[in-house]
């Protein structure tokens, strides 16, 4: 990763991005992240105080649903939703990375998915993620993936992280 003071809060995501969508190959099978990044684009980003309504730091996802991201009946997989919401929303802490947290994004603790509606393949919708708190050990982040025709909330999340990051060093 780059200097982090170099950096504005969206380009340490984009660079996020762009470190994960390199991953090698490994033994013929690429990382599971890597078959979304096609799929999926940066749509914007708000920190607190630059938009009316906007009380945390967030970041919003283009996706569509490609069909190797599909169940049976041809709907976003249960568990490609869960690892899309896990990716995005850990991405969003960069947004607030800050030297001694949260600039690795850290592990899971908890990530809780509720399925409203089905998401069938060829849909175009926004991911949208938000920092609800980030604290020097644990954050807890929220995911909405709504349908980007109409705005309907399909799929929702509740993601709790802990960070992994070294102290910072002290001079």
Not at 68 to 80: E, Q
Not at 84 to 104: C, E, I, K, M, N
Request: aromatic share 6%; glycine share 8%.
């Amino acid at each position: 990763m780059s200097d982090e003071k170099e950096l504005t809060p969206e380009e340490r995501l984009v660079e996020w991005m762009g470190l994960i969508a390199g991953f090698p190959d490994t033994k013929g099978h690429p990382d599971w992240m890597t078959s979304t990044h096609p799929h999926l684009t940066l749509h914007s980003t708000a920190m607190p105080g630059t938009a009316p309504g906007v009380h945390h730091p967030t970041a919003t996802f283009a996706f569509t649903v490609p069909p190797s991201h599909a169940n049976g009946l041809n709907n976003l997989h249960g568990g490609a939703a869960a690892s899309l919401f896990d990716y995005t929303t850990s991405l969003s802490l960069a947004l607030v990375a800050r030297p001694g947290a949260w600039q690795h994004l850290g592990v899971s603790r908890t990530l809780n998915v509720t399925y409203l509606r089905p998401v069938p393949v060829g849909t175009h919708v926004l991911v949208e993620c938000e920092v609800v708190a980030a604290g020097r050990v644990l954050s807890a982040l929220r995911g909405t993936i709504r349908r980007r025709s109409d705005g309907a909330i399909l799929v929702v999340c509740e993601h709790q992280k802990f960070n992994t990051d070294p102290p910072p060093a002290k001079m």
